[in-house]
């Protein structure tokens, strides 16, 4: 039984914090109902959203191939070519479901409980508190990977999480059990529709659904590994990304920054269909998830400082080289081009990349190996 201030607690806890891990009550057969379902969709979404996330998995099926892979972007996803059949398997092995934030999935404690060991029962990865918060964000909250929170809330206490969401899914023939992180419960935020993250009016444009499929791929590597990088979990920026301080970074070149950027570079090379100026927002957000990834020199405080006076230097230095320019001053001009050229050069000291070794976290997911048939005499 479920001591009732233990459940309250949960509850309490799971309300305020929308996600979840669930696996099919029955282990493997809840396996092959999702992979035969796909990716499941709420019906508590509001029919445009609801309508809007399937087409844009119908557009994954669509992607052209991308173009030949590097060694180290094979890496990074753990793929062979990146065609469009390859990507929706990725994304599907890691997502089961998207559920709005919102109506609430009721969880309970499994009673009926045998033995059972978690994988790496010591070892848990280093949870950063608002590491479900928000993820990109030009308008606030976008989608938070909860099946990975909910595995992990029930590793830290030995129990098996038991989930009952037939409001959203009525299909589900029964509760699900939370034996992995690869549940892949993925909660969609309303702002993932809002105007701020569209690219185009109406949102439906290709770059449009390029950028939400970005967010559900890096929401998917949140789905994998296993003891101390179970969840490829951020770390906090350090001093002098533009970042510092928020948990808002990774620190492995596979985390869910690179894949989100990896997803949104290939895509955008073989998307004939994004026009120009869309390409050109897009490209934005694949620089904002690369730099999140550290495994460059991050700048100083004081080195930033210094690069700030320099480009103050040079701010003088070109009025002063236009006024030259309006009286043919020419020798004036030789010496101030020399002057920004220094300066220019003491300014790429400064930010001669470093780069630092690359380190690959394992993407294998933990899997909780618990059998709960009831033994048969
Ligand atoms: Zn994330």
Request: net charge neutral.
């Amino acid at each position: 039984m479920i001591p009732s201030n233990w459940l309250k607690c949960l509850i309490l806890l799971l309300a305020l914090w929308p996600s979840g891990l669930i696996k099919g009550a029955w282990a493997q057969a809840a396996e092959e109902s999702s992979r035969r379902l796909g990716i499941q969709i709420s019906l508590q979404f509001l029919p445009h959203q609801e309508k809007l996330l399937k087409t844009d998995l119908d557009f994954l099926k669509t992607i052209s191939s991308w173009n030949a892979l590097s060694q180290l972007e094979k890496k990074t996803m753990d793929l062979l070519t990146g065609d469009s059949s390859e990507l929706n398997q990725w994304l599907r092995q890691r997502i089961q479901f998207l559920l709005p934030i919102g109506p609430q999935l009721r969880i309970q404690i499994f009673e009926n409980e045998g033995p059972f060991l978690y994988p790496y029962e010591d070892v848990f990865p280093q949870e950063m508190e608002d590491v479900f918060t928000m993820e990109n964000s030009q308008a606030g909250h976008l989608m938070s990977n909860s099946g990975v929170a909910y595995y992990l809330f029930g590793k830290r206490r030995n129990e098996i999480l038991s989930l009952n969401f037939k409001n959203h899914f009525p299909k589900l023939k029964s509760d699900l059990l939370v034996l992995s992180p690869r549940i892949g419960i993925i909660h969609v935020h309303k702002n993932t529709f809002n105007y701020q993250n569209k690219i185009s009016v109406s949102g439906r444009e290709p770059a449009d659904r390029l950028q939400r499929l970005s967010f559900l791929f890096h929401e998917g590597r949140h789905s994998d590994g296993h003891g101390a990088n179970l969840g490829f979990y951020h770390t906090m920026c350090p001093p002098g990304h533009d970042y510092t301080g928020r948990i808002a970074c990774d620190t492995p070149s596979n985390g869910a920054y690179s894949v989100s950027a990896l997803f949104l570079k290939k895509s955008l090379e073989v998307c004939h269909a994004c026009t120009e100026g869309h390409k050109e927002t897009l490209r934005l957000t694949y620089l904002d998830s690369k730099l999140r990834v550290l495994d460059k020199n991050i700048l100083s405080p004081e080195e930033q400082e210094q690069i700030n006076q320099y480009e103050n230097e040079m701010n003088i230095l070109g009025h002063q080289l236009l006024g030259a320019y309006s009286r043919s001053d020419e020798a004036r001009i030789v010496l101030l081009k020399k002057s920004l050229q220094e300066i220019t050069e003491k300014i790429n000291q400064i930010k001669k990349p470093i780069n630092l070794p690359k380190t690959y976290w394992k993407s294998e997911p933990e899997v909780l190996n618990y059998n709960h048939e009831p033994e048969s005499d």
